[in-house]
């Protein structure tokens, strides 16, 4: 009896793991800030037809109206409620948008914000995205309801009531995230108000969460949420499958909490894995590529089956949480694509790209002074549409990284090499590396300040194949750079330091 409740607590953690993902597609992006109305029309245009498995979006529910600063970005992580209002748009058009993107087969991954309400400074009245009332100072929440009994304030122990020490798991759980009221998820009640959120959710059509904040909220606590929550709507999803769940979890070591503690529940996010391959692009502290041979667990990053992986995201891009300067991002264009090329070419872990927006950095000391500024907006704080131009590229400020040729050409290809090997590897002992994903792709980095000449084996069937990254396979012509796959698998390559992109793609489906 013991043995079978185990094995059921097992399998239902494994369960939350699966992002289900369809029609052979692997790739997460986050359309950070995007309203639904633009998401859905991109789920049609652009993320089905090119194979994205999925978007993870904003927080939809309703959220605190700040202006000192101007609505910042972050003015999405103070909740006010759990009504679906937010920056993005209204009830109706999230629902209107989960049900075009599930038609299309890309699945909505909510950032869902449980963790905590609104700063401690956020004040009376209904500055929030649906115009609720609500008391910061009295803990006053009524369109939940949340009142005082439902936060830590008791239970923290520190002077300020926030965490003042990450080294311990008391405060980091107990106390507020920078004067965030933080939730008591021990209390039945609370737990069950976020269970009905994220129901709610499900419901809709929803494939997951990325759980934000994780590491301040106790795995027993989530759990029990977690178990309360619906299967996944058998609309779009298969009887009995339960939601995706991945955790944001900083942890590049030597703090009070660390991310195994949450692997029994979902994935994780490995932070770790986005600051290593930005110091390696960036040749700093001496890391070359070559290093990246045992590229994934081998580098103390957590197993495969937990992670979930990315480049930059919508924090360390601007400074935010952890990783430092060394996050590579589409400021640097060329190494960002290069970055990007790499994990989605590379087996370990769910994948993300990031999609971003522009806005004016004014870095001082190190610190970008405008790391707050929110979405492209009209002068009365709503967000501006997505427009898109024939060539692909995006207006109006938004940077659209995932429309990037070398970028969306990448996401096809960890497609076609889905399930294959790691397999290959060539490396110069410096930053030339190159490895294959079985006899379906194959692809060449040249990270240092020489050219890259050289004959390797590819491991693919013999034939003339076009460089998705110098261009692509249109019809039966290809854009780019041709390679020529002799029939022992062995083709040549050349690539000189200072290509606009110093990297060559090919995989079974850019085959001429
Ligand atoms: C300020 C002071 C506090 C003071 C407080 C109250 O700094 O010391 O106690 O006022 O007087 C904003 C401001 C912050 C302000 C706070 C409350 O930046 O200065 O505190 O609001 O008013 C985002 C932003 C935060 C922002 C927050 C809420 O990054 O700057 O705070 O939203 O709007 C850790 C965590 C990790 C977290 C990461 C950023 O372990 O979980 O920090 N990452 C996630 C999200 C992130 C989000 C949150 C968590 C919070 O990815 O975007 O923070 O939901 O590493
Ligand atoms: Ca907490």
Known sequence: MKLLVLLALFGLGLAQHDPHIKHGRTTIVHLFEWRWADIAAECERFLGPKGFGGVQISPPNEHIILNSPWRPWWQRYQPISYNLCSRSGSEDELRDMITRCNNVGVNIYVDVVINHMCGVTGGEGTHSSCGSWFNADKRDFPSVPYSSLDFNDNKCRTSSGDIENYGDKYQVRDCRLVGLLDLAL???????????????LIDIGVAGFRVDASKHMWPGDVDVVY??????NTKWFPGGS?????????????????????????????????????????????EKLCYTRNWGEGWGFMPNSNAVVFVDNHDNQRGHGAGGASIVTFWDSRLHKMAVGYMLAHPYGVTRVMSSFRWNRHIVNGKDQND???????????????????????????????????????????????????????????????FGRGDRGFIVFNNDDWDLDVTLNTGLPGGTYCDVISGQKEGS????????????????????????????????????
């Open 372 to 434: 707050w500024v929110g979405p492209p907006s009209y002068s009365d704080g709503s967000t501006k549409p997505v427009p898109v131009f024939p060539d692909q590229t995006c207006g109006d400020g938004w940077v659209c990284e995932h429309r990037w040729r070398q970028i969306t050409n990448m996401v096809i290809f960890r497609n076609v090499v889905n399930g294959q090997p790691h397999t290959n590897w060539w490396d110069n002992q410096s930053n030339q590396v190159a």
């Open 477 to 512: 012509s290809c854009t780019g750079k041709q390679i020529h796959v002799g029939s022992d698998g062995r083709a040549h390559f050349k690539i000189s330091n200072s290509e606009e992109d110093p990297f060559v793609a090919i995989h079974a489906e850019s085959k001429l």
């Open 242 to 286: 339960r939601a995706f769940i991945f955790q944001e979890v900083i942890d590049l070591g030597g703090e009070g909490i660390s991310t195994g503690e949450y692997f029994h529940l979902g994935r994780v996010t490995e932070f770790k894995y986005s600051a290593k391959l930005g110091t390696i692009f960036r040749r700093w502290n001496g």
């Open 186 to 200: 021990e209390k039945d009640y609370v737990r069950g108000k976020v269970a009905d959120y994220l129901n709610k």
């Open 227 to 232: 178990r309360r929550l619906n299967n996944l």
